[in-house]
């Protein structure tokens, strides 16, 4: 056998990957993160029931907590350049009356239950509480009124959404990491830090309480 042959045979050959109208050579390719999602499992009749209200509940109101957060580093990106004080204030009530125009009516139109998911899914979002971003835009006092008022409805505006202790939101992380795969939603990334698999791994080995 020639030396030169068993050198060949046992070499690692590279392989490099052009893509179209680009000039540099790779030797791989980066992928987007691909989660493998397992098959949905309920204990009881009512456990599948509840997951899909909350799925329908979940759908629908994500793209009122993605706009608002995309709404948020709008203002928060064009507050950077106005240098007066006198002029942001101005800016910020002009974009206030705009926010609100393209909220409040559907807002209205929302059950108790997904305004409080909406509530969640804006800290999500923004990292930061509905409470404190009425307080941020408007003045202490307003955001006050605005939590009594949602109180009346049992919605807490200072509400956050909290995967790793509470059943339900790790529940409507799943919804949307799904939604997002097949492409039902928009994906947004959460600005909060946590792993959706290690979210999984930790709720199949500890099953949620009661109060959960």
């Given at each position: 056998m020639n030396p030169k042959d068993s050198i060949a045979n046992d070499s690692i050959e590279?392989?490099?990957?052009?893509f179209e109208g680009d000039s540099i050579l790779m030797s791989s390719i980066e992928l987007d993160e691909v989660y493998i999602f397992g098959k949905l499992e309920f204990t009881n009749r009512n456990d599948k029931l509840r997951y899909?209200?909350?799925?329908?509940k979940t759908l629908k109101v994500y793209p009122y907590a993605k706009l608002a957060a995309e709404r948020l580093v709008e203002l928060n990106d064009s507050l950077q350049l106005i240098?007066?004080?006198?002029?942001?204030?101005?800016?910020?009530?002009k974009v206030q009356k705009y926010i609100e125009g393209e909220f409040s009516e559907e807002l209205k139109k929302l059950t108790r239950t997904e305004g409080q998911i909406l509530v969640k899914l804006i800290h999500r979002q923004t990292g930061t509480t509905a409470f404190d971003l009425v307080k941020e835009l408007r003045s202490g006092w307003r955001a006050f009124w605005y939590n009594t008022t949602a109180s009346l409805f049992k919605i807490s505006l200072k509400e956050e959404f909290q995967p790793e202790e509470i059943h339900e939101d790790y529940l409507i992380e799943d919804i949307l990491q799904r939604a997002f795969a097949a492409s039902r939603l928009e994906r947004q990334e959460s600005v909060l830090d946590y792993d959706y698999a290690q979210l999984t791994n930790k709720w199949k080995s500890r099953p949620p309480s009661t109060g959960n």
């Open positions: 590279d392989y490099y990957v052009r899909y209200i909350l799925r329908r240098k007066k004080r006198r002029h942001q204030r101005r800016y910020t009530r």
